[in-house]
């Protein structure tokens, strides 16, 4: 499955000055599936957090930014 955004994400991993990535939008419209393809088919590594599946991550990421620290 192919989407118009994944066009976009290329972009933004091709940009030497991009920014951390915020990816919103309504309900139901493939937000997750697009990320999670996008890391599988363009990085070698990948790791997805899902803060209403898992809670607890919500304490971690509210005291640090550092991606190092997180991982």
């Known amino acids: 499955m192919e989407r118009n955004c994944m ?3 290329l972009a933004w ?3 030497p000055d ?3 990535l915020l990816l919103q939008g309504p309900r139901q419209v493939g937000k997750t599936w697009i990320i999670k393809e ?3 088919l363009h990085y070698e590594d990948f790791a997805y957090f899902s803060l209403d599946e898992e809670p607890d991550l919500v304490s971690l990421f509210a005291s640090t930014k550092d ?3 997180i991982l």
């Open 7 to 9: 066009v976009d994400l």
């Open 13 to 15: 991993k091709k940009d």
């Open 18 to 20: 991009r920014k951390p």
């Open 38 to 40: 996008f890391g599988r």
């Open 67 to 69: 991606p190092d620290r």
